[in-house]
């Protein structure tokens, strides 16, 4: 059973474009987001578990995003995988702390495809 895992980011008036993101490439806080699709290693395989990750600032001609700029999708093979993601994986837990330094919110949804 998949799990998806979206990510929503409001950032605080004090971070910084370097802190968050250049016109060249992503910045610190989307660099590090990204990277736990490799630093996120599992217990017991010893290997990364992040089934897919995708990310970025948002572009929707909408306007519904307010305040949130960034948004992240990660999708794990299991509910036990994503638990171990959010709970207990050392890389996402230093992410978390970081992130508190630069975050003014966070919204977080997770579904299994198919099921409402």
Known sequence: MTIVHIVLFEWKSSATAAQIEDASSYGLACNRMLALSE???????QKPYI????????NSPEGQADPYTHGFVVEFESAEDRDYYVYRDPAHQDFIRFAGEVANGVKVVDYEPGKV
Not at 39 to 45: A, E, G, R, V
Not at 51 to 58: Q, V
């Open 51 to 58: 089934k897919s990750f995708s990310g970025g600032k948002n």
């Open 39 to 45: 630093k996120c290693i599992h217990p017991t395989s």
